[in-house]
């Protein structure tokens, strides 16, 4: 049995499903091949940033989503863990619309896209199918060999799309150099009852802890907790009561909130892994999202840049489709133009890795005194912010912004919004 298309993405995730979906409003013919059974299910939280929401509404989506898993969120407060504050973010600066973080539950998002996908393209969308390998005619890649219900079949192509995670088998199967680092901590993620009613979201650092807690929709907070990594076992053999006492030790203030985790099954594992590969193309194939670059989710960026990059590969496809020429040098402009920003973000989810969760008591004295810096510096403040956001590519701090940020120079600047801000309409 086989198939034949324009351009055949394997993974149905963030990047996958939405480069599926674009290239369907191009008129170009794709087809989604995604190894899970359905849709995801499952306790997932996520925070839509404002590069997430402008790709989003560029694809018609913004407005479907269901606004009862929707939750606004402006301010997002630092504390020390014990409850002493560092520094506070204002999203309102941001150029309106998008000057809102949107915390989402259950897959929220990724179930309006998908919807819309197999709208859009019947048929186009294939779960329980894996990817078994490439067909090649000399070095370019003309398709895949899958796997569904047993029967292998093959799938001809223009273009082959690796949409599928940090250990991406079509990444492994072009034979790319790669360099794959497997942090040795993971997060324990969890949905509660925002028993306290918070409204902003909280950050908590300190000797090798991070705790975050997001309010949520239907009056439910999503937190999510540094571990070790593969330690999600024993935090459960040590009792829900342990891990609600060592929350009430970093934050204090929200005990009630702490008191509503009942119950295992409120709670997952996220694991962090970090993915550089050394080229993104090849004739016939290219990856995206984390098969090219996974990153820390301390960038808070990780599915967004998964989404940026699946609009930014449609536009480029849509020439290689003009051209008839799916060669990696058609392919390089994808990669030219997104690379930047990627590294910016991995780099900048590393520092933060290195500074925000350190037991080096000198480490740590250097980080709360860049937050409390940055609580007073505006214009270095919104360098942060809008390199969160996903509205830069290149990195928040140069070595003098650095040093301001440190306190070992002034900044006379520091009551002003950056030029980048007020050009883009800022408030001021």
């Known amino acids: 049995m086989s198939e034949q298309t324009d351009v055949l993405v394997v993974g149905a995730g963030g990047g996958g499903a939405v480069l599926g979906l674009a290239l369907a409003k191009r008129g170009i013919k794709s087809l989604v091949l995604e190894q899970a059974p359905g849709p995801p299910t499952g306790l997932r939280g996520e925070i839509l940033q404002p590069n997430g929401q402008q790709v989003l509404d560029g694809l018609g989506l913004f407005s479907q989503l269901p606004t009862d898993v929707i939750k606004p969120v402006r301010y997002f407060h ?5 409850g002493e504050r560092l520094c506070t973010v204002d999203y309102s600066v941001l150029p309106p619309p998008y000057n809102r973080a949107l915390v989402m539950l259950s897959n929220a998002v990724h179930h309006v896209i998908l919807h819309a996908l ?8 294939r779960y329980g199918t894996r990817f078994k ?4 005619e000399g070095k370019r890649v003309v398709g895949v060999v899958a796997e569904r219900d047993g029967t292998s079949f093959t799938v001809s192509a223009k273009l082959v799309v690796g949409a599928d995670g940090a250990f991406s088998k079509v990444r492994a199967a072009l034979e790319i150099p790669t360099k794959l680092h497997c942090y040795s901590q993971g997060y324990l993620i969890a949905i509660l009852e925002n028993a306290e009613g918070i409204e902003d ?3 908590l650092v300190g000797r090798r802890t991070i705790l975050g807690l997001f309010p949520a929709s239907g009056g439910k907070a999503y ?14 053999a040590s009792g829900i009561e342990a891990l609600q006492a060592e929350w009430r030790r970093i934050d204090p203030a929200l005990h009630k909130t702490f008191q509503s985790l009942v119950d295992w099954g409120q709670t997952a594992y996220m694991p962090t892994a970090r993915v550089r590969a050394g080229t993104w193309v090849a004739d016939g194939a290219v990856l995206i999202g984390d098969a090219a670059h996974a990153m820390n989710p301390h960038a808070s960026q990780g599915r967004m840049q998964a989404m940026v990059d699946a609009v930014t590969l449609a536009d480029v496809v849509a020439t290689c489709l003009e051209r008839g020429d799916y060669s990696a040098s058609a392919l390089a402009p994808f990669e030219r133009l997104r690379r930047p920003q990627v590294t910016m973000l991995q780099q900048m989810a590393d520092e933060q890795v290195l500074f925000w969760n350190t037991g080096n008591p000198l480490l740590a004295y250097l980080r709360n005194r860049v937050f409390k810096t940055l609580d007073r510096n505006r214009r270095l403040r919104y360098r942060v912010l ?10 928040a701090f140069g070595l003098l912004d650095r040093l301001m940020a440190a306190g070992l120079l002034p900044d006379p600047q520091a009551t002003q919004l950056p030029p980048e801000a007020t050009a883009s309409g800022a408030e001021v």
């Open 78 to 82: 630092f504390y020390r863990a014990g």
């Open 386 to 395: 809008a390199a969160t956001a996903g509205l830069r590519s290149k990195p």
């Open 223 to 236: 937190l999510f907790y540094m571990i070790p990594a593969g330690s999600m076992e024993q935090v459960k």
């Open 133 to 136: 390998g490439l067909l090649r």
């Open 201 to 203: 979201a909280r950050y």
């Open 118 to 125: 197999e709208a859009r393209c019947p048929g186009g969308l």
